[in-house]
């Protein structure tokens, strides 16, 4: 009885003994995150989009302007952020047979919002139905958009230079700069 | 300067340091560009063209030889430009004599020189009336015709307004004498 004793005595010691054996190590994980965002053309994939050509040939293409395709952006930005756009300059350069150069303001040229995936709201007096000139200030064209990846907004243009100049070929460049909030 | 005044200078500066970092981190929040060009091609497009119901054949009767000699007057006639470069109007027949319809083998020649006249009574193309449109009454020529107004401003509704006297003659065979006005718009 007494063996007995000692040896289930002595088995639970070298339980005991086993179950307090381990050994932990741990090891610190570091991302080190910056902020990043990125704004391209989905047509080119790159930072340039392609050139938008609005040709007018005839006495209603003057008097009721002409309209682009659309142009499709895309965002990835790991934070929320804004979408702003203006002008590279305040009236078109122009190429042509007129002399001195026509100075056609960039009011002439008009953007509409035309589908938004952002997340974000469209700023007044941008829209998503009506067309506002553009300038060579910044405006304001989307606020509050949320982090993601490819987000697509895409923008029309619209110039109706009316009447009021002669033939030749006039260009202006139209930035768009997408910062985080 | 004792050890509680130290803590308390250099908690400061920690809180304005960090303040400054803070500050810092929202000047250089990230941000990326896009760039397009957009090109504007303008040809050139002028469209001369009736409005206000006019530009349809207008009929001049004669029952009378007073009519015959005096002629008759139309109506007045609009016609609107759109032109994005400055321009001239002129008017002219597309034949010399009127086209006879009718039984009658003499007296059925009408010269449109004699026979039909315009006037340009109003102008808001904000151009200038030749000598020939301001003697009043013009009779109708064939080929280039006769310039009405020139140096016309560019615009989308540059208006002027005529009328016609048709004046057949007290010699003009019965029947029907018929001819074309063409206005021309030419960019200058």
């Given at each position: 009885m ?9 088995l639970l010691c070298?339980?005991?003994?086993f179950?307090?054996q381990?050994s932990n190590?741990?090891?610190?994980v570091?991302?080190?995150v910056s ?13 340039t989009?392609a050139t ?6 005839t006495v209603n293409?003057?008097?009721n302007g002409?309209?682009s ?9 790991n934070?929320?952020?804004t ?13 042509g047979?007129?002399?001195?150069a026509p100075a056609?303001?960039?009011?002439i ?11 974000g ?7 998503a139905t ?5 300038s060579?200030?910044n405006?304001m064209?989307?606020n509050?958009?949320?982090a ?5 907004f895409?923008?029309k243009?619209k110039a109706t230079?009316?009447f009021?100049?002669?033939?030749g070929?006039?260009t202006v460049?139209v930035?768009?700069?997408?910062t985080?909030? | 300067?004792n050890k509680?005044t130290n803590?308390?200078i250099?908690?400061?500066a920690?809180f304005?340091?960090g303040?400054?970092?803070a ?5 250089q929040?990230?941000?990326?560009n896009?760039?397009?060009?957009a090109?504007l ?9 009736f409005?206000?119901?006019a530009?349809?054949t207008?009929?001049f ?8 000699i005096n002629g008759?007057?139309s109506?007045?006639q609009?016609l ?13 027949s ?14 059925n020649?009408i010269?449109v020189?004699?026979g039909?006249?315009?006037?340009v ?15 009043g ?10 310039t009405?107004?020139t140096?016309c401003n560019?615009?989308g509704?540059?208006t002027f307004?005529?009328?016609y006297?048709?004046t057949p003659g007290?010699?003009a065979?019965p ?10 718009a030419t960019q200058?």
């Amino acid at each position: 009885m007494k063996k007995i004793i000692a040896l289930t005595a002595t088995l639970l010691c070298s339980l005991g003994s086993f179950a307090q054996q381990s050994s932990n190590s741990s090891q610190t994980v570091s991302m080190g995150v910056s902020s990043t965002i990125e704004l391209t053309f989905s047509g080119s994939t790159t930072a340039t989009g392609a050139t938008v050509n609005l040709n007018f040939n005839t006495v209603n293409d003057y008097a009721n302007g002409v309209t682009s395709a659309n142009q499709e952006l895309k965002v990835t930005s790991n934070r929320n952020y804004t979408v702003a756009v203006k002008t590279s300059s305040a009236t078109f350069s122009y190429s042509g047979a007129t002399s001195p150069a026509p100075a056609m303001p960039v009011g002439i040229l008009a953007l509409m919002i035309a589908s938004n995936s952002t997340g974000g709201t469209i700023v007044s007096p941008f829209s998503a139905t009506t067309y506002n000139s553009l300038s060579n200030s910044n405006q304001m064209l989307l606020n509050t958009c949320t982090a993601g990846n490819a987000k697509l907004f895409a923008v029309k243009y619209k110039a109706t230079p009316d009447f009021a100049y002669p033939a030749g070929t006039y260009t202006v460049d139209v930035l768009y700069t997408a910062t985080q909030l | 300067m004792n050890k509680q005044t130290n803590t308390l200078i250099k908690a400061i500066a920690i809180f304005i340091l960090g303040m400054v970092a803070a500050f810092s981190a929202k000047a250089q929040n990230a941000s990326s560009n896009a760039v397009q060009t957009a090109k504007l091609d303008l040809s050139d497009a002028i469209e001369l063209s009736f409005i206000n119901g006019a530009g349809g054949t207008l009929n001049f009767t004669y029952n009378n030889a007073t009519e015959l000699i005096n002629g008759k007057e139309s109506t007045t006639q609009d016609l609107r430009v759109r032109s994005n470069k400055k321009f001239k109007v002129a008017v002219s027949s597309s034949t010399a004599n009127f086209t006879y319809s009718g039984t009658s083998i003499v007296n059925n020649i009408i010269p449109v020189s004699t026979g039909l006249q315009v006037m340009v009574t109003a102008n808001n193309t904000g151009g200038i009336p030749t000598l020939s449109a301001l003697l009043g009454w013009l009779g109708l020529t064939i080929g280039g015709g006769t310039t009405l107004l020139t140096y016309c401003n560019p615009g989308g509704n540059q208006t002027f307004t005529v009328k016609y006297k048709a004046t057949p003659g007290i010699l003009a065979a019965p029947g029907t004498y018929t001819t074309d006005v063409v206005f021309t718009a030419t960019q200058m």
